[in-house]
């Protein structure tokens, strides 16, 4: 199994960033792809960005050129970098990662919020 922990949410104003974390745990070996997932209120849960084991980054159309997804495999955490925010941005966003295998696992989400 492996065990995520996001951190970095907060309250933002339109423009600004924001750099989320997700901490991994347990058996990291076996990640073949690292994801960022997000709900709005009243929406249902969205993919944001993957990271896979090899390959190019690949984003939602309404975030590229705005975050980008990165690693760090000493620290074992990714990361999700968000630069020009905006309002629809708000949502709770959510790291995960699959494994070899095919299993996926959740962290517990951190709230974002944009302000206009």
């Known amino acids: 199994q492996v065990q995520l922990a996001e951190s970095g949410g907060g309250v933002v104003q339109a423009g600004g960033s924001l750099r989320l974390s997700c901490a991994t745990s347990g058996r990291t070996f076996t990640i073949i792809a690292r994801d960022w997932f997000r709900q709005a209120p009243g929406k249902e849960r969205e993919f944001v960005a993957r990271?896979?084991?090899?390959?190019?980054?690949v984003y939602v159309d309404a975030v590229k050129d705005r975050f980008t997804i990165s690693k760090d495999n000493a620290k074992n955490t990714f990361y999700l970098q968000m630069n020009s925010l905006k309002p629809d941005d708000t949502a709770v966003y959510y790291c995960?990662?699959?494994?070899?295998?095919?299993?996926?696992?959740w962290g517990q989400g951190t709230q974002v919020t944009v302000s206009s």
């Open positions: 990271l896979p084991w090899s390959g190019d980054a």
């Open positions: 995960s990662t699959i494994v070899q295998g095919g299993a996926s696992y």
